[in-house]
């Protein structure tokens, strides 16, 4: 086992499982297993528990983590408010809030990522324009600020090639999760092979590949927390767990800095409809749906 801020070599769904079912695809699924801008020494003095009961299968990525001490197995006795388990076989982050008891897991086989992937207006979609699917359906993509991968997954599901990088690894494990589950699900297997989930600081991670002098993405994807309305109406639970997760770092402007200086061709930035441009840049041009503007810069 590597150090844990060492580079793990990529790992495939097939070297584990290879010839287990027609219906796996390989996933190249790398851990760059937490560099330090990931706040390294806070991680490992306060891990993230997860309960895993019998019968529960982690996944390989899941494994690395509690191997590297990044999550601490509880069977009981959970001492904090924020945790992960298995419920009905999917990774959850549970978090007890304001007396409230929130829980959030990732699932691109079933409910709402189910109904999107079928009727969801396929390549004519403001998400699937702003990228330039319609027209350039080889682009390659690169989604800087993963989340729970709602919209990357709608990206692959229309063919694109497309890395994910989260920095947190509760959500970096979650995503981790749902895509060993879609990758034995018949119908999610071939979009599960589109999508590479790394777990890196978005800025160390494309500096890396260009340390590496690897092809850097056509595309670069952002949708960078938006700072909590203090008066506005009680938002979404998967909101106000992302909020606790990551909140609003302030780092999103250095981020687009190096979004225009590495895509390839374009960098799409996701906002509220209503919300100035971020950094105040304004974009080359922008695609709305009722609630989202898609800022479009052209590189």
Request: glycine content about 6%.
């Amino acid at each position: 086992m590597v150090g844990v801020a060492q580079l793990v070599e990529p790992l495939t769904v097939t070297q584990v499982v290879e010839g287990s079912s027609p219906f796996i695809h390989p996933i190249s699924i790398i851990l760059l297993c937490l560099t330090a801008s990931l706040a390294l020494a806070p991680l490992l003095a306060n891990p993230i528990q997860i309960v895993i009961s019998e019968g529960d299968v982690p996944c390989d990525e899941i494994k690395v983590l509690i191997d590297q001490g990044v999550f601490q197995v509880k069977n009981s006795e959970l001492t904090t408010s924020c945790y992960l388990s298995y419920v009905k076989d999917a990774l959850t982050l549970h978090l007890e809030k304001e007396g409230e008891s929130l829980s959030v897991c990732v699932d691109f086989v079933t409910g709402r990522a189910k109904h999107r992937r079928q009727y969801g207006g396929g390549k004519k979609q403001p998400l699937a324009k702003a990228c330039g699917l319609d027209k350039h359906s080889e682009w390659t993509i690169l989604d800087a600020t993963a989340g729970l991968g709602k919209d990357a997954f709608v990206l692959a599901s229309l063919g694109a090639e497309i890395t994910l990088c989260e920095q947190h690894p509760a959500l970096y494990g979650m995503l981790a999760d749902a895509l060993h589950r879609a990758s034995i699900d018949a119908e999610t297997a071939l979009i599960a092979n589109k999508m590479t989930c790394v777990c890196s600081d978005s800025i160390d991670y494309i500096d890396g590949e260009k340390g590496a002098l690897r092809v850097m993405p056509d595309v670069i994807y952002l949708d960078p927390m938006y700072p909590e309305r203090k008066r506005s109406a009680k938002i979404k639970k998967e909101m106000q767990v992302l909020q606790h997760l990551v909140s609003h770092s302030g780092s999103e402007s250095k981020l687009l800095e190096r979004a225009l200086e590495t895509a390839n061709f374009r960098v799409v930035v996701k906002r509220p409809k209503s919300a100035l441009p971020l950094n105040d840049l304004k974009s080359r041009y922008s695609i709305s749906s009722v609630n989202t503007r898609y800022d479009i810069y052209v590189v």
